[in-house]
């Protein structure tokens, strides 16, 4: 079932256009990538879908009911981890579902069900200064994950860890979106991870972005271990690269 | 290891300076440069001091509530004015400069006139304190406000909150360190502020007693409420601290990993 869609969203700053009639289309359990290199416009795509940006034309809808402009629809994970330094991890997790109003004490006893699939057991208490790299990002993906169980934005969430940490976090992501079974939206310009973490790839160029192609990587999402090291990953890899290097882009 | 030591150091060097700033003291009184009456030695002081600290206790809790009384009413107004400054951005723009002119008003200048418009009771004294206070505590919060990060604010948004769930959530406690700022400062002037308002008349307090003995030209009882005014100024910059520590422990951890880090 279809969950988000967009319908050719341009928006510009400073009457100089940066995305120009995006339209992509996200289904219900999937995870989709955006991939583009740096400046072409990515974040500001994501803004506009989780309605902190209006866009100069074009829609979102979610569920079929249109979004557009309105923010709490769903649920965006800025490209910082940005946990409040003022809170306990606890609360940081918990904030999403305090700022819907629900009581400090019920929000806490919600988030806290999830700390062990997170892999945070024992972190509750800290506060977030005194967390590793790789912690943080998954109590700000816990956060966002409680923000809407349906579908989630992702705004370049393991750019910032170590090859290792962020090869370890991919496994881990594909493991708890199965498991807990909700829908992402990732933005990246790290191929690799667009190609070992989605369903489906949509390659933005150019100034202004906009979606030059849209590719499926058929392989399920249960059968990724070690995919990096395959024939058929090194393919998609040759085929995005190609894309990516066209002339004119 | 490193970092201890530091801190020693850190203590060690002012406490040294202290000792000898007192001993050169010390010797040019006994040298008799100066006659004795008018500069006594710090052993002398020291004799008035304990001599006369009933009397200085009584006069000191007049002088500390006052200053209490002013930091709290001036944290109250400053919390408040801060607070509609940032909402409303017109009252900042109206406002702001005005209160940084009044900063240039002498605070000596403007005690007369209160003591003329209130009396000789405790008001005027409150309300020089309040003046003191507010301005350093309003401003601290008002650029604590500011300093959010506009990402954690975009955050929040997202997230469907409303105005002031962004402003307890994100901006309060970003402000918080830097009124804590402002509040030291504050109360560093908060005493010496009472003080000078109770010389312009009063019955009892710092003020009132130092103006008594300047009369009789007791200076080494002027010294030693000097010295008194001094370590209580000390003393509530130093509740502040703890207040600051008890109230933001997050940023002991901040401390402790920005440690580790160097
Ligand atoms: N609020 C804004 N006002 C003016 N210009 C903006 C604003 N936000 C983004 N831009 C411009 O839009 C362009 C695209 O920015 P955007 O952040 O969307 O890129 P990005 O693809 O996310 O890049 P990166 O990978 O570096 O995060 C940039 O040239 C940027 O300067
Ligand atoms: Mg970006």
Redesign the pocket.
Known sequence: MELLRTDRISKS??S?L??RDISIHLDEGELVSLL????????????VLSGL?VPDSGSVFLCGKEITGQPGQVSYML?KDLLLEHKRVIDNVALPLVIRGMKKKEARAEAERYFGQFDLAGTQMLYPSQMSGGMRQRAALLRTYLGSRKLILL??PFSALDMITREQLHSWYLNIMGKIGFSTIL?T?DVDEAIMLSDRIYV?TGKP?EIHHELRIDIPRGERQDFNLQPEFAAFKRQIRDILQQPGI | MKRRSESIRAKLLPAGAFCLIVLLWWGISAIGIVPGYMLPSPADVMTAFIHDFPNLMTHALVSVTEALYGLVIGTVLAFALACAMDRFLVLEEAVLPILVVTQTIPTIAIAPLLVLWMGFGMEPKITLVVITAFFPIAVGLLDGFKGADPDAVALLRSMGATRRQIFYHVKIPAAMPYFFSGLRISASYAVVSAVISEWLGGFEGLGVYMTRVRKAYAFDKMFAVILLIVIVSLLLMKIVNLLRAVSLPWLKFRHETAGKRQ
């Open positions: 700053y400073e100089r940066i995305i583009g290199v740096s400046g072409s416009g990515k974040t500001t795509l994501l803004n940006t490209q705004d370049e933005i310009h933005l972005g």
